[in-house]
């Protein structure tokens, strides 16, 4: 099927975080077309009225960077998570710009911002996080093995894309982080020997949603996945791989 995109026009972009390690939280679209199978923020489903597939639909919120310019006059000073129910460097990032936009605008405020994506694309604006005073940036990656890569998040970047986007921030100088979460199938040595030069901090999260990916567990004879014991074990695997490191389990 063929991507949704349609333009909209935001109220607010500025919104408080229900998330413990942010003030705020900033969604530059809604939607996402990485399409990740166990996405929670398919919820967000419920609220736009969308009756398209997770991740065969984007809005554009056009308007972004001049709503949020307006909040900011207004706004405590506080930590911004970039973003929580989407990726703020999905492919429309590449002709819209919205989230380099919000960037600019918050540059002057000196927030502290905290940046999360799967996509190389966030390397395009180096030039704008290294004049933030108390910037990070993670990059999720759940996997080490492609073909899980394909079947969990078919239209999400390549896991060696992601690991250079992390190696080319850290060069840099800027503080960067690995979102293991939710943690799949993987060699868990061979993830944290690519992953560990290239980070400051990891967080690791257990696979939390299985319900929506159980039958393919099942399909890929992976049960075992599915067993709280195993995967306990896993994440105690990638938590040795990174024992020099700051290490949270999610």
């Keep these: 099927m063929q991507l949704i995109i349609k333009e909209v026009v935001a109220k607010a972009i500025l919104s408080r975080s229900g998330i413990p390690v942010a003030d705020y939280c900033i969604n530059p679209y809604t939607g996402c077309s990485h399409a990740c199978r166990y996405c929670y923020a398919s919820f967000m489903k419920k609220y736009t009225g969308h009756t398209e597939p997770w991740g065969d639909f984007v809005d554009i919120k056009i308007n ?83 073909r899980i890569r394909k079947i969990f998040e078919p239209k999400a970047p390549a896991i060696e894309a992601r690991i250079h986007a992390l ?60 067993d709280r014991d195993f995967t306990e074990r896993i994440v105690d695997r990638l938590k040795d791989c990174f024992n020099k490191k700051d290490v949270s389990i999610c």
């Design 64 to 146: 972004a960077p001049e709503v949020l310019q307006k909040q900011l006059k207004k706004a405590s000073k506080g930590r911004v998570i970039i973003s929580s129910v989407t990726d703020a460097y999905q492919p429309a990032e590449a002709k819209y710009k919205i989230t380099r936009q919000c960037l600019e605008r918050l540059l002057p405020y000196q927030f502290p911002v905290d940046i999360l994506t799967k996509s190389p694309l966030v390397l395009r604006d180096i030039d704008l996080i290294k004049k933030f005073d108390n910037i990070e940036v993670g990059v999720t990656i759940t996997t080490n093995d492609e």
């Design 167 to 226: 190696k080319t921030l850290h060069e840099n100088r800027i503080k960067t982080y690995v979102f293991i979460g939710p943690a799949l199938p993987m060699d868990p040595e061979a993830l944290g020997k690519k992953l560990f030069p290239h980070v400051d901090h990891v967080y690791i999260d257990r696979m939390n949603y299985p319900s929506r990916t159980l039958n393919i567990y099942y399909q890929m004879k992976l049960q075992q996945w599915l």
